[in-house]
């Protein structure tokens, strides 16, 4: 596959990166509100609950999105896997967000585990975030190193 074919497919990742990560403050900036309607007691918004799932499911759906990329691009180009350490930020990333998302569907006030799984999940989703995003950019240096030696 040569360079510039194969470079557009990690613009597009690099954009669904953005579109996760807005989804993602959004999703903490939501959650944060359900948990205080939750404990001031007031009458929850009928539209912010709704709002913080379907944003949920943009957010798991753009990290299947980018793990698809992933292993197409790289298979595509190197014929297997395992390059980096993109590999394991990169499981561990789709991990964690499929657990937040089972443990959402959970929540419900006789299972207080569901709720605290979840936030907790959230913030190890966080971190790796930061993790997917360092390494992803620095696998994407290799390829532009190797762009401009060929100019
Ligand atoms: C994976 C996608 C996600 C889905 C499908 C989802 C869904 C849900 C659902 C259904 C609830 C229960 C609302 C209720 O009835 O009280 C909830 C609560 C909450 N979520 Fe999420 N969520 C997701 C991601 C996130 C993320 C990424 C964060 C934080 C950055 C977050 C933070 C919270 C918080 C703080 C609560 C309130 C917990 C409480 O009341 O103590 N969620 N979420
Ligand atoms: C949720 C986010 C992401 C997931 C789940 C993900 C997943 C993956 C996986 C599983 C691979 C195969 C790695 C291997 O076998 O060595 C891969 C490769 C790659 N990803 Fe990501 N990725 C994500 C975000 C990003 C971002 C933000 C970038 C940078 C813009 C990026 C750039 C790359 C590149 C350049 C490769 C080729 C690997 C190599 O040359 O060693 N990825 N990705």
Redesign the pocket.
């Known amino acids: 596959m040569n360079l510039p074919s194969f470079l557009w497919l990690w613009k597009i990742a690099a954009w669904s990166m953005g579109l996760t990560i807005v989804c993602?403050l959004t999703?903490?900036l939501s959650?944060?509100f359900?948990?205080k309607i939750?404990k001031d007691k007031t009458p929850p918004k009928k539209w912010l609950?709704p709002f913080?799932?379907s944003i949920?499911?943009l957010?798991?759906t753009l990290i299947l999105l980018l793990l698809s990329i992933g292993l197409i691009g790289t298979i595509g180009h190197y014929g297997s896997l395992g390059h980096s350490w993109h590999l394991v930020a990169g499981l561990v990333i789709v991990c964690l967000?499929l657990i937040?998302?089972w443990s959402?569907?959970n929540?419900h006030p006789t299972k207080p585990w569901a709720?605290l799984l979840?936030?907790r999940v959230?913030i190890a989703?966080?971190f790796s975030l930061l993790l997917v995003g360092l390494t992803g950019w620095s696998v994407v240096q290799k390829y532009l190193g190797g762009a401009e030696k060929l100019l």
């Open positions: 993602y999703l903490g959650g944060t359900l948990f939750r609950r913080h799932r949920g499911i957010m798991v967000a937040s998302a959402s569907t929540i709720r979840h936030v959230n989703l966080f």
